[in-house]
């Protein structure tokens, strides 16, 4: 199977019932997607597949034969938070981080699509993702903040 992860080309000989997220975690060492339930339901393992926010524990590696899938580790840029993981810093929109991943992956996606001006907006696409630490404050203003396109590095 071939694929485009955060624009670099692969090509690897995979197991048929390998998942997305093992793929990208075992064969390529990108272990920023996180595996939690394992089941599609937290969102830890949210990575984006051709422009669409996707679970990868539930996807086949295979199905992403060429694919272009976006991971967490592609989100900076020459070593510079990208305006959104600016702002969950900022706003403390994590604490342990193992749920940050996902979120990250999701928002993105979903701010791709179109604005977000509204908490309610805000919480509906933070509605996919569990985390067990933030109470959701700080990232409800990260999404908002983001969305409005403020500066990432102010």
């Not at 996180?34 to 599609?40: A, I, S, T, V, W």
């Not at 592609?74 to 403390?92: I, T, Y």
């Not at 996919?128 to 999404?143: A, D, F, M």
Request: with cysteine.
């Amino acid at each position: 199977m071939g694929c485009t992860v955060n624009g670099r080309e692969y090509e690897a000989v995979v197991d048929p019932r390998m998942t997305l997220a093992d793929f990208l975690r075992e064969k390529l060492r990108l272990t920023g997607t996180h595996l939690g339930c394992e089941h599609g339901v937290c969102g830890a393992c949210t990575v984006i597949v051709d422009g669409a926010a996707t679970r990868s524990c539930l996807m086949l590696a295979v199905q992403a034969d060429g694919a272009e899938v976006e991971t967490v580790e592609g989100l900076a840029e020459d070593g510079e938070l990208s305006p959104l993981q600016c702002a969950f810093k900022r706003n403390h929109a994590l604490q342990c981080g193992f749920c940050t991943p996902g979120f990250l992956m999701s928002v993105t996606a979903a701010l791709r699509e179109e604005s977000v001006t509204t908490e309610e907006q805000a919480r509906e696409v933070l509605s996919g993702n569990i985390c067990r630490c933030t109470g959701y404050t700080g990232l409800v203003k990260s999404v908002l903040e983001a969305s409005a396109g403020k500066d990432g590095n102010a």
